[in-house]
């Protein structure tokens, strides 16, 4: 099997809302330490019936026992986006939390189906950036003009097409990676870098995505976690400090960069 066929079967057999069945065996009974298990309406219960409100999350965030325990019943996001194909992969440290991604993922139907086609490895695009995500947590963090905006401005300002062709292109180039496929609010605890899931998704990166950016068909932007991920330098490899990798947006010439890569490929 090749490393996308790999990944695809190590996929399979995840069941939404649950952890990595590997990911289960390996916590075993210290599961309880590293994970918070609620469901909605424990949520809701907790810490407030709106929780796309400000006030509720920051509720569940000022409990500092929440903040680098791992989500485990809403979806698993190791990647987002076309891993086979994407021109441009960013490598992150996993996917945030706010109270309001339980919203996006156990009660907005379009968002759950482009999760389900993304980690079935059927989506060809940068799912966060669909109109069906719109009203998502991850939408409204990718789609600025700290982020996704500030390449898409600099794509218009390099070539004659439209901004809706550019935003198109942008969004069928861009695949972002996570060290750990859980949610948390803080960056989780080191143990959880150990992960099967963890493990697997490094092992994608290293040998794959390496391989895609030695031989310059694809770029790699490490935007956190550049110990975990070990890449080898290359001329396609922008690497961030890791003092500056809290930073929200796109810094320096990183931006730039990406949408010089991208608009190469057009």
Known sequence: LNMIDKLKEFWSKYIPYKLHPDDENYLGISKSKYCLELSINQLRNRYGNDLKSDRVNESFASNKSNRKKIMSNIFAIPFLGDV????????????????GDYVDEIENANYIQLLKNNINLKSKNFI?????AI?????????????????????????????????????????????????????????????????????????YVQKKI???DS????????????????????????????????????????ANFINSKI
Request: with cysteine; net charge neutral; hydrophobic share 35%.
């Open 84 to 99: 086979e194909n994407a021109r441009v992969y960013i490598l992150m440290g996993n996917p945030g939390f706010e109270t």
């Open 128 to 132: 966060c950036l669909e109109d069906m």
């Open 135 to 207: 009203n998502t947590g991850g939408y409204k963090y990718w789609y600025d003009n700290r982020r996704m905006l500030k390449i898409l401005k600099l794509l218009d300002n390099m070539n004659n097409l439209t901004t809706q062709e550019n935003f198109k292109y942008l969004k069928n180039s861009i695949c972002i990676i996570q060290s750990v496929a859980y949610h948390s609010c803080k960056k989780p605890d080191e143990e959880l870098y150990n992960l099967p899931s963890s493990l697997f998704t490094k092992k994608l990166v290293n040998e």
């Open 214 to 216: 030695e031989q310059k």
């Open 219 to 258: 770029l790699c932007f490490v935007w956190r976690s550049s110990a975990f991920w070990n890449l080898r330098e290359t001329e396609n490899l922008i690497e961030r400090s890791p003092k500056k990798a809290q930073l929200a947006g796109f810094i320096n010439d990183e931006a730039p960069l990406i």
